[in-house]
């Protein structure tokens, strides 16, 4: 069984996917490059991404007399955390393999040849702009933050109550006295009404946003925030079997897979293209290494089937292209020696697989 290569990434929502957006750089082969321009094809890695619920249950302080005096029958009697998970996206992001960096070469007749790389140095297109690359995105809820201090909404009369009783009763008169006073606005039947709409906008926000605040006194509050952590793969060779990813508590939320406290996200990838074993001589060898240095050499990623489980169900279940399961092959520099009409190829950076090419 083979293992993989693990980075951890934690990531801010914010930046959460900005950060896989690589510019381009057009290079000319000129003289001056003896008309060679340097390129690394990539290994296959996966960005896993979480999107995780954080949810904060805290209790009001009237959250015995809830039931007494606003017929609440659930209110939040105890302050807890739950974590859960909400979503799950799986990006295919390629990254420069040291050791497979080769040479673009054109004859010095060849019309303004010229190739785009990407920052990290992956080639994106010859003889042509490389087109916009998207990336999946998971949608983010927006999150539900705490009411503002309920105390600030105190009468004189509450403030100096003798017990938490008394300050119970008379803050359920008072948000009772706020439900009539939203209900006789709404009927038109307010001593003082709006002059108009905008002071019924503000008059009504001021009312619900009292009302909310003394309420949660008994009720309790609940508040939700949302964020992402992000975890990076490199497979090998071979087929990963159920390893651990990561792990996860509905306390604690997301962990480190050695982290014991949570139960594990499981891993699991599995080869559908057949591995192809020959067995060549050193002429054959010898063939090959000389084709690999006389023209364009490109990926021919193979398949594979990721799969992501989590307390005995599947997160994720999707084929995948797999640079390390595939081949290589050669563009040879000949395509390249048409000085009406240079051919323009476009690759998959992230695969260094070729896209298109137009002649």
Do not use: W
Not at 212 to 232: N, P
Not at 242 to 254: C, D, I, T
């Amino acid at each position: 069984m083979m293992r993989a290569k693990y980075f951890i990434l934690p990531l801010l929502l914010i930046i959460s996917y900005c950060a896989f957006a690589q510019k381009t750089t057009r290079v000319n082969a000129i003289k001056a490059n003896d008309y060679g321009v340097v390129y690394s094809l990539p290994k296959t890695s996966f960005v896993v991404e979480f999107l995780v619920k954080k949810t904060t249950y805290q209790k009001g302080d009237f959250y015995p007399y809830a039931q007494r005096y606003l017929a609440v029958d659930n209110p939040v009697t105890e302050n807890r955390v739950v974590h859960t998970l909400e979503g799950i996206e799986v990006i295919n992001k390629g990254i420069p393999d040291k050791t497979n960096s080769f040479m673009v070469e054109f004859r010095s007749r060849t019309i303004e040849p010229f190739v785009y790389l990407r920052e990290d140095g992956l080639i994106a297109a010859i003889n042509a702009e490389p087109e916009d690359e998207t990336v999946p995105k998971l949608i983010i809820p927006a999150s539900e933050t705490a009411s503002e201090n309920p105390r600030r909404y105190f009468t004189q009369e509450t403030l100096m109550a003798g017990s938490t009783a008394k300050q119970a009763e008379l803050v359920a008169r008072q948000i009772f006295d706020l439900r009539r006073n939203r209900n006789d606005i709404l009927s038109g039947e307010a001593v003082n009404m709006p002059p108009d709409g905008n002071a019924y906008n503000v008059v009504m926000q001021e009312i619900n946003r009292q009302e909310k605040a003394l309420t949660e006194l008994f009720s309790g509050s609940v508040t939700t925030e949302y964020f992402t952590v992000t975890y990076q793969i490199i497979p090998e060779t071979g087929n990963i079997n159920r390893e651990v990813l990561a792990r996860f508590s509905e306390k604690l939320g997301p962990l480190d897979a050695d982290n014991l406290a949570g139960e594990p996200i499981y891993f699991s990838l599995v080869r559908k293209t057949p591995e192809v074993t020959m067995q060549l001589s050193d002429r054959d060898l010898q063939r090959l290494e000389s084709k690999l240095t006389q023209g364009v050499v490109y990926n021919i990623p193979g398949k594979g089937e990721l799969t992501i489980e989590f307390g005995n169900r599947t997160l994720k279940s999707i084929e995948v292209d797999v640079v390390q399961f595939g081949s290589q092959d050669v563009l040879v520099k000949q395509m390249f020696d048409n000085n009406k009409q240079p051919i323009k190829v476009y690759f998959y950076p992230e695969l260094g697989a070729i896209k298109q090419i137009i002649q």
